[in-house]
């Protein structure tokens, strides 16, 4: 967010980039007729989430793994690293066109570190 009210969000990538946006925030009241007290609070309908980078990702075990791959895969080993975070490949997600992405490969860097 940058520099805008607590509801009203700028866009940071993407298509919409820079435009602003606003988010409703929902009223709740609970439904506990047994509380000795009314009350009532405002949120924000916004799932709270953890980013990370491939390189920081190596070594962990994640629960769910999403991953952009919009952009080409650099760095050699990088692709299998995040491909493999979770048990499952139920449990990943990603973003590709025409689901496909390309392991680019430097063979130059290979040659240098042998």
């Not at 919409?16 to 007729?33: A, C, E, N, V």
């Not at 919009?70 to 050699?76: D, K």
């Not at 690293?81 to 680019?104: C, E, M, W, Y």
């Amino acid at each position: 967010m940058v520099n805008c009210s607590p509801a009203e969000v700028e866009i940071a990538v993407g298509a919409l980039k820079g435009k602003r946006h606003f988010i409703t925030r929902i009223s709740l009241k609970p439904t506990d007729t047994q509380l000795p007290f009314k009350f009532q609070r405002r949120q924000l309908p916004l799932r709270p989430c953890f980013a990370m980078t491939i390189n920081k990702a190596q070594g962990q075990t994640l629960k769910c793994v999403g991953l952009d791959l919009t952009q080409h895969v650099f760095i050699h080993g990088m692709l299998y690293v995040a491909l493999f975070r979770t048990g499952s490949k139920g449990d990943i997600h990603f973003i590709a066109p025409n689901r496909i992405t390309q392991n680019v490969v430097y063979t130059e860097v290979l040659e240098m570190a042998s």
